[in-house]
């Protein structure tokens, strides 16, 4: 079956850096388009990145653009999320997803699998 599984997330101090990795397996992996969403406490579910199924496209939220960056290994079957210069607002639980979509969407509703997600706390 799909597995989404993220690791990755744990404890930074503001100004610091990260880099989530989701292992995919159960699908052919360079056929679809991956995603980076993220929940903080009390807020709704929202698009960070997402990468095409070739990987020559990649899509930000305004929020981590420049700061962020996603790629992928579709020999390992991994997607990737380089978190850089991270922020206190950048403090959530952090979601890897399928795409129905061969680019990628900025939607929640156009993924058809998720992870179990990874929480990353920045601490000023």
């Known amino acids: 079956q799909v597995q989404l599984v993220e690791s990755g997330g744990g404890l930074v101090q503001a100004g610091g850096s990260l880099r989530l990795s989701c292992a995919a397996s159960g699908f052919t992996f360079g056929s679809y388009a991956l995603g980076w969403f993220r929940q903080a406490p009390g807020k709704e579910r929202e698009f960070v990145a997402a990468?095409?199924?070739?990987?020559?496209?990649?899509y930000y939220a305004d929020s981590v653009k420049g700061r962020f960056t996603i790629s992928r290994d579709n020999a390992k079957n991994t997607v990737y999320l380089q978190m850089n210069t991270l922020k206190d607002e950048d403090t959530a639980v952090y979601y890897c997803?399928?795409?129905?979509?061969?680019?990628?969407?900025?939607?929640?509703?156009?993924?058809?699998?998720w992870g179990q997600g990874t929480q990353v706390t920045v601490s000023s």
């Open positions: 990468i095409s199924w070739t990987g020559r496209s990649t």
């Open positions: 997803a399928r795409s129905l979509d061969y680019s990628g969407s900025y939607s929640a509703n156009r993924y058809d699998y």
